[in-house]
């Protein structure tokens, strides 16, 4: 039965977080569920927050206060140790930052690589090692896979692979790429919904390099101190995951798009069904349409309405002075528009990945000083080119008549570069659109969240719930500004235009 869900305690708060896959949303979803029934604290979960070191900074900095982790993933992403040891010698390392590791929650999901079944049988390929004799062979690697130091590094040395560097595929369009044979291999967990699906093959680990990944809780080390019931709670997860109901419940989301919810909760009142006989899943159009008028509709948008207007509207009291600056004074010229160039070449998953350390939090604030700072270009440089695209000879006349420069400048400049800095404000505002939908990699909403499961999910029809309004929104809002542009632009500067 699902466990009765009790108030919480007055400003008790529980953030749980989750990684950018399937399975990690579903153990967060799990460990919300199981907190939230006992009452004893209002708990969140902060969903698909992307990569181990994201996780991490917001858990040291107390944004998230649990999240589910693997001893592999501790040891050799965190720790940077050469092995895995037990969790007690783990815990004494992660006590030093303040975090520790506990409920072995039963499963081992490690890393491995996988082939179509045909093509490995016709190249006898069915070990790692077999891989330094095929060197035609394409790879398709998770960007986090590459990056890892028990992952693409490690792995080449041990097997001495004869390729560079990979290009990085997002791990929830792998498996389609795989299948379309655009790639020959692909990274994979071992708890993977889709291997039998796509009739894969896992490669054997002879030399045995990827060490154990067992599902562990990794958390704040004073979280059971400080909600003991609460904890309670979730330790008793402990050893009620096998391997088989970790790929039974990842399926259950991948191949018949349950939502992570729903998933957490069948598992929790012990109502879980094996996909193969389950019945057919919701058409995909009928999906679409559910998801994109779903109860999240309007949350979503207020999200994202916020992180736009919001950056946007500094990005204009910066912006404006700046190209002001840059286009009175040659020296400031350079600089200004330089450093606003620089800053718009910036990654945005690197520039949010900086910022959540420095400002010391995930969410709204990192996401909104990334979105500022990639407004900022747009219209500091048509700021600029409208000033510099006033005739010399209009400054004179003001002058002339005796105008100081602050009613030179709000009498004469501003109305006559208006048209200009109003286009590269409304430049900028269409890029935030799209832009804010890395919000969601850190927290802070928007339908970038939408974008993130289906990718997560290789579902196509949430991903068009998330993308199509973004779309609609980008629209809308060059629509209004381009309205009132006309409106704000003098008859004789239009009809001279």
Same mark, same amino acid.
């Given at each position: 039965?699902?466990?009765?869900?009790?108030?919480?305690?007055?400003?008790?708060?529980?953030?749980?977080?989750?990684?950018?896959?399937?399975?990690?949303?579903?153990?967060?979803?799990?460990?919300?569920?199981?907190?939230?029934a006992?009452?004893?604290?209002?708990?969140?979960?902060?969903?698909?927050?992307?990569?181990?070191?994201?996780?991490?900074?917001?858990?040291?900095?107390?944004?998230?206060?649990?999240?589910?982790?693997?001893?592999?993933?501790?040891?050799?992403?965190?720790?940077?140790?050469?092995?895995?040891?037990?969790?007690?010698?783990?815990?004494?390392?992660?006590a030093?930052?303040?975090?520790?590791? #506990? =409920?072995? %929650?039963?499963?081992?999901?490690?890393? $491995?690589?996988?082939? !179509?079944?045909?093509? +490995?049988? *016709?190249?006898?390929?069915?070990?790692?090692?077999?891989?330094?004799?095929?060197?035609?062979?394409?790879?398709?690697?998770?960007?986090?896979?590459?990056?890892?130091?028990?992952?693409?590094?490690?792995?080449?040395?041990?097997?001495?692979?004869?390729?560079?560097?990979?290009?990085?595929?997002?791990?929830?369009?792998?498996?389609?790429?795989?299948?379309?044979?655009q790639?020959?291999?692909?990274?994979?967990?071992?708890?993977?919904?889709?291997?039998?699906?796509?009739?894969?093959?896992?490669?054997i680990?002879?030399?045995?390099?990827?060490?154990?990944?067992? #599902? =562990?809780? %990794?958390?704040?080390?004073?979280?059971? $101190?400080?909600?003991? !019931?609460?904890?309670? +709670?979730? *330790?008793?997860?402990?050893?009620?995951?096998?391997?088989?109901?970790?790929?039974?419940m990842?399926?259950?989301?991948?191949?018949?798009?349950?939502?992570?919810?729903?998933?957490?909760?069948?598992?929790?009142?012990?109502?879980?069904?094996?996909?193969?006989?389950?019945?057919?899943k919701?058409?995909?159009?009928?999906?679409?349409?559910?998801?994109?008028?779903?109860?999240?509709?309007?949350?979503?948008?207020?999200?994202?309405?916020?992180?736009?207007?919001?950056?946007?509207?500094?990005?204009?009291?910066?912006?404006?002075?700046?190209?002001?600056?840059?286009?009175?004074?040659?020296?400031?010229?350079?600089?200004i528009?330089?450093?606003?160039?620089?800053?718009?070449?910036i990654?945005?998953?690197?520039?949010?990945?900086?910022?959540?350390?420095?400002?010391?939090?995930?969410?709204?604030?990192?996401?909104?000083?990334?979105?500022?700072?990639?407004?900022?270009?747009?219209?500091?440089?048509?700021?600029?080119?409208?000033?510099?695209?006033?005739?010399?000879?209009?400054?004179?006349?003001?002058q002339?008549?005796?105008?100081s420069?602050?009613?030179?400048?709000?009498?004469?400049?501003?109305?006559?570069?208006?048209?200009?800095?109003?286009?590269g404000?409304?430049?900028?505002?269409?890029?935030?659109?799209?832009?804010?939908?890395?919000?969601?990699?850190?927290?802070?909403?928007?339908?970038?969240?939408?974008?993130?499961?289906?990718?997560?999910?290789?579902?196509?029809?949430?991903?068009?719930?998330?993308?199509?309004?973004?779309?609609?929104?980008?629209?809308?809002?060059?629509?209004?500004?381009?309205?009132?542009?006309?409106?704000?632009?003098?008859?004789?500067?239009?009809?001279?235009?």
């Amino acid at each position: 039965m699902l466990m009765a869900i009790a108030l919480p305690a007055t400003g008790a708060a529980l953030n749980v977080g989750s990684k950018r896959f399937t399975e990690s949303y579903i153990l967060a979803e799990i460990i919300r569920q199981t907190a939230q029934a006992t009452g004893e604290a209002a708990v969140s979960h902060r969903q698909g927050l992307g990569n181990t070191a994201i996780l991490l900074n917001a858990l040291q900095a107390g944004n998230i206060d649990v999240y589910p982790e693997y001893t592999g993933t501790i040891a050799r992403e965190i720790l940077h140790l050469d092995q895995v040891p037990p969790l007690p010698e783990l815990n004494a390392r992660l006590a030093p930052l303040g975090l520790q590791a #506990a =409920v072995p %929650l039963g499963f081992n999901n490690t890393y $491995a690589l996988a082939m !179509r079944a045909d093509h +490995a049988a *016709a190249q006898n390929i069915a070990r790692l090692s077999d891989l330094q004799h095929h060197p035609e062979l394409r790879f398709g690697l998770s960007q986090e896979f590459i990056g890892r130091a028990d992952g693409w590094p490690g792995l080449k040395k041990t097997y001495a692979l004869p390729w560079a560097t990979p290009r990085g595929l997002d791990h929830g369009l792998a498996y389609e790429a795989l299948a379309q044979k655009q790639i020959d291999l692909i990274d994979i967990y071992s708890t993977d919904a889709k291997i039998g699906k796509y009739q894969m093959r896992v490669l054997i680990d002879d030399a045995h390099y990827f060490p154990r990944y067992d #599902a =562990v809780l %990794l958390y704040q080390a004073d979280l059971p $101190a400080r909600l003991p !019931r609460t904890w309670a +709670a979730i *330790a008793s997860l402990e050893g009620r995951i096998s391997d088989e109901a970790m790929r039974r419940m990842n399926a259950a989301a991948e191949l018949e798009q349950k939502t992570f919810q729903r998933v957490a909760a069948e598992f929790l009142a012990g109502t879980s069904q094996d996909p193969s006989k389950a019945g057919e899943k919701t058409a995909t159009a009928n999906r679409f349409w559910s998801q994109l008028v779903g109860p999240d509709l309007w949350r979503l948008t207020l999200q994202h309405l916020t992180l736009v207007f919001l950056s946007l509207a500094v990005s204009v009291v910066v912006g404006v002075p700046l190209g002001i600056l840059a286009a009175r004074y040659s020296a400031a010229e350079s600089l200004i528009l330089g450093v606003t160039g620089v800053l718009q070449t910036i990654p945005s998953l690197a520039l949010l990945a900086i910022l959540i350390p420095v400002t010391g939090s995930i969410g709204l604030l990192p996401a909104f000083i990334a979105l500022a700072v990639y407004a900022l270009l747009p219209i500091v440089r048509n700021t600029h080119t409208g000033f510099t695209q006033i005739p010399g000879g209009m400054k004179q006349a003001a002058q002339a008549l005796g105008l100081s420069p602050a009613l030179t400048l709000r009498l004469i400049e501003l109305p006559l570069a208006r048209p200009t800095i109003l286009a590269g404000i409304k430049t900028s505002a269409v890029i935030n659109v799209g832009t804010a939908t890395i919000a969601a990699f850190i927290g802070a909403g928007g339908f970038g969240e939408r974008i993130v499961t289906g990718l997560a999910l290789n579902d196509n029809a949430t991903l068009l719930a998330g993308a199509i309004p973004v779309a609609l929104m980008a629209l809308a809002i060059e629509a209004a500004f381009t309205l009132g542009e006309r409106g704000l632009t003098p008859e004789a500067l239009r009809q001279r235009a």
